[in-house]
């Protein structure tokens, strides 16, 4: 696809339109590469995130909000939000990741998410880019329980149980799809006491039991 194409789902249009190219080009394909805009783009990721923290959760310490950020800023979620913006269709990647899976590796969704980042600051400015990660990541932060400051899904989902006398979760792999180098797993979470069974999927076991489990804990948090 077009990355023009792109430009709406993120809620900018590129003055520049070369910078969201280069944004999308992986070293596997050629150069400009988008590595040193996703250097770039970390730290501005990372900025932007502690002041909406910061902004938002005003009662909390230093080490309660570095978690939380932490849990937004990692791999897996930014691959999450790259996946939502369907950013595998537009990456540029050379021969052997294309068919190796790499449009849909979370590390490198989660760099070219950093890059385009980056590109969007050197489009525009620092406003420019806070407004895009702000809106992009919203639905996350609209959904961070600061008690659980950062803490794994598995691990919050845990203890939310454990303090309502619960049996712990069970975890079962369904399936695993794709080749070796590219496997994704499917994981199923029952709460049988809740009634809840819920589905997470990801490229590592421990991935899909972490997707799985952040959905159980949405739906007993809502029971």
């Not at 080490?63 to 950020?69: A, F, K, M, Q, V």
């Not at 990647?93 to 600051?121: C, H, N, T, V």
Request: charged letters at 25%; glycine letters at 8%; hydrophobic letters at 40%.
């Amino acid at each position: 696809m077009k990355p023009a194409a792109l430009q709406p789902a993120l809620g900018y249009r590129f003055t520049r339109s070369e910078l969201l190219v280069q944004a999308l080009t992986h070293r596997s394909y050629g150069s400009p590469h988008n590595e040193r805009l996703e250097f770039l783009g970390d730290s501005l990721l990372n900025c932007v995130i502690a002041a909406l923290l910061f902004d938002a959760f005003p009662q909390l310490r230093e080490g309660d909000l570095s978690r939380l950020r932490a849990s937004l800023v990692r791999q897996e979620t930014l691959a999450e939000v790259a996946l939502c913006l369907q950013l595998g269709d537009f990456l540029r990647l050379g021969e052997g990741e294309l068919k190796s899976g790499g449009f849909r590796r979370p590390s490198i969704l989660a760099d070219a998410l950093e890059a385009i980042f980056g590109a969007i600051y050197l489009d525009s400015n620092f406003d420019g880019v806070a407004g895009v990660i702000a809106g992009l990541f919203r639905p996350l932060l609209d959904r961070v329980d600061p008690s659980d400051a950062g803490k794994d899904a598995k691990t919050a989902l845990q203890e939310f149980l454990q303090a309502r006398h619960l049996p712990l979760p069970r975890y079962l792999l369904r399936t695993t799809r794709g080749e070796a180098h590219a496997q994704e797993f499917e994981v199923e979470c029952g709460i049988p006491e809740l009634g809840i069974i819920s589905q997470g999927s990801g490229p590592s076991r421990r991935g899909a039991e972490q997707a799985a489990a952040r959905s159980a804990l949405e739906m007993a948090k809502s029971k």
